[in-house]
C-alpha cells in the first residue's frame, strides 16, 4: 500500500522547472505510475480491484515516460488539437486506474475488516474527477479554469490524507 501512496503523491504533486521549451518534471508522473505498479503487483491477489488495473498502470507509465520525454527535449507537440487529445485520454486512463485504486481498497477493507477510509477515498476520487474535468474545460475561460484548479488541488491533497491514512492501517495490521 505503501508504493500505491508514494506513487500517486507522484502523479498529484506537480512541481515543474521551465527552461525554454523544455519542461523538467521534479516528481514525474511515470515514476509514480511505475510506483502504483508495483503497489498494484503486491496487492493484487488480495483484491480484484487492483487486478483490473494492473495492465493500464502499465500501459500509463509507459505512455507518462514519452510524455516526460518529450517535454524534457522541448517535443511536446504544440499542435493544439494533439495536445488536447494527449491531454484527454491521460486524464481519461489516470482517473480510471484512481478509481479502481479505490475499488480494491474497499475490497481489501471489506477482506481485512480494517478501516481504510474508502467511503472517503471515494468521495475525493468524485470531486477530484468533476473538477479535473470542469478545470480542463474551463482552461479555455482563464478564471473558471483558476478556480477548479484550485478546487482540484484541494481534492487531490484530501485523496492523498485518505491513502496515507489507509497506508499507516495496513501498516499497522501486518
Partial sequence: MSRIFWGFLFVMIHINITAGNSVIQILPNFIGFFLILSGVDA?????????????WVFLMALLETVVWLFSLVGLFPTNRPVTVITSIVLLALSLY???????GIREMEEAKRLDLSSARLFSMWKITAVCSVISYIGSFLNWLG????????VADLAFLYYL???????????
Avoid: M, N
Fill in 146 to 153: 483558476a478556480i477548479f484548479i484550485i478546487l482540484s488541488v
Fill in 164 to 174: 496515507w491514512q489507509a497506508k499507516t492501517v495496513c501498516e499497522q495490521a501486518g
Fill in 43 to 55: 496487492l493484487k491477489d488480495l483484491a480484484p480491484g487492483f487486478e483490473k488495473i494492473r495492465g
Fill in 97 to 103: 486506474i484512481q478509481y479502481y485504486t479505490v475499488v
